[in-house]
């Protein structure tokens, strides 16, 4: 019935997501799958695809919407590695998340700037402050 | 003084949160005994016995609270429990927390499903939808 | 394309919600209509008429989520009227709201509480309580 | 003292926030100036102009943390306004917006987009979608 | 039953929040009396007489946890209040709100700045930093 | 050029949070180092020297702040260990966490409470209350 959808969304969560996303739907499979399938139809299938914003701005959006809200770090890691696959480069992650100091403190933008700690490390990035800052 | 209060308060908090409850009140005795002291006299003695609503009733208001508020794991583990114990079946729970993601969003609500589906797997719970989905 | 998810959900709006919910969605028509269908396709189309849950069942959820959402007083009008509508008692209603102070704390109960008194105000409803309250 | 931050805070301030910003730091003076001084300042002077982002990138990010925040109508009032003067299309912040429903749920990305609403009929903008949705 | 808490708490509530307080109090007598019940009981009979803490320093806590909150302004405006009838000097209650910005951020502490104002000025009181402002 | 302000930051970060926000700091530096800067400049350079509160109020106010917010584990150890160091008691910590309360309900308390808990037993603090409280 709602097969179109679906599709649509499972390929954005894939392009988006990628493995993140598809082990969060694979956990939800025995207990509430139906939840999983709406993480798939209506954030991947409706919200994703919409003209208006690129990729980019989206997962701009999506991380400071995290960031925000707080207690989301499982969410949030999923979204900055989408936010690395879409093509937001770690200096942009950062600054991101640096950039709602002003709105919501500091401490929330602590806890989501340790989880892409976390992420970048996983994935060997380095940042390139990092680069130049290791040479003083 | 208040002994009445109390006492009614630690009957119906055995009778909801059972061992859950009764836990975190005994961890707080050394901290802030007034704490567990309160949680017994206010919310289990004063507001849990109150008519207008039954305890089927007064868990699902709980545990949307809960999963709306978000950063509660310990809390939500504790009257998931509860909410079984007091006859709430463990698709209505899980429904539950899914009918908060209109209001709340998906990320409170998949850490809630979480917690949810850890308590069931401690309690041996297995959700039928899961038998159906298991045989496809 | 999505006709069928989009006219199960305006009957469900319509059932649910009433003028509340179509006012909501006429007045989104001319900045995010979008907003306003998935409103309808999602949150009455795909989550309201589940079964798991009867629509009071779903109402004391949705009454407790926003109340601890805070800052949702037009959702929680609309929302009141609603549960209302599905057949909640004046009393279960404010019953709920106050349920949730051992977890949200008093201001956001007091604040939807006062949006229940509008609303009650507005549809001619007086409290029992109200009534022998008055008698002494 | 801090005469240069302060100047550059007060530069970026007019130049994205134009008189609703400095609206705010006037209705300060009276009552907490430093408060009004640090948003310029901190704010402003220190987070703004900042390489990483643009500005566009930023009021993205800012909309995005007030929507989700929530009870934050004036300043989302002011950002939104600040968007549409750094070049931001109305079409990109209702879509920003709209973007958080998956995480915020929709009762915050209705209240901001009620705000967007009000700014845009006070300068004067009717969105792309409303003419050709009133067409049909 | 309850008369020796509340009477001790309404004692408090006169005490600390004054006619603000007691009007809230009244104004719940027809819709939830109980909830009012509970704040005098409860918050005012159990918390606030309470050793650890003096009145002055609870009423930090109180306005620094409602800032911190959100959408709470009504009650702000009564413990704004209550912080003068305590003995918190203007300039206190203004740099309690200020110190919260790392924390929370600049909207919540701008939203708690502006109830603020308006209870001074009810009250006739003008900040000493305004009296030497204005003589520049 | 920000001398100093960061040298006054610093050294007052010293004073307040003592090796627990130094650890904070250090471990922003290959990921968001200037983040690491701006709570040295502005929270700790900029706010915390004021006049108006003294350090002990501002703990207080701090904790509450945190305790209120939720989902700031690593931040309310760092400011309990420092709300020692400036000279609050443990009970005083004990008791503004529980001051909370009503305004934030009791899944947030009991989260700042275990906090508390784990900080006093890394320091070997042993509450008065739970002496007497042992000998009954």
Chains 1, 2, 3, 4, 5, 6 share one sequence.
């Not at 694979?26 to 409706?46: C, M, N, T, Y």
């Not at 989206?58 to 925000?68: E, G, H, Y």
């Not at 709105?103 to 994935?123: I, Q, S």
Request: net charge negative; proline share 4%.
């Amino acid at each position: 019935m709602t097969t179109e959808r679906y599709e649509r969304g499972w390929e954005k969560l894939m392009e988006v997501d990628g493995k993140g996303g598809t082990n969060v739907i694979q956990s939800l499979k025995d207990i509430s799958p139906d939840l999983g399938r709406f993480v798939i139809e209506f954030a991947f299938g409706d919200i994703y695809p919409r003209e208006g914003l690129d990729l980019r701005q989206r997962q701009l959006v999506t991380i400071s919407s995290l960031t925000t809200l707080g207690g989301c770090e499982p969410q949030l890691t999923v979204h900055i590695n989408a936010a690395l696959n879409v093509g937001l480069s770690p200096k942009e992650i950062v600054e991101a998340i640096l950039h709602c100091v002003p709105y919501t403190g500091f401490p929330r933008v602590l806890n989501a700037t340790f989880v892409a700690k976390e992420v970048f490390k996983e994935r060997g990035i380095m940042m390139q402050d990092q680069q130049k800052d290791s040479s003083s």
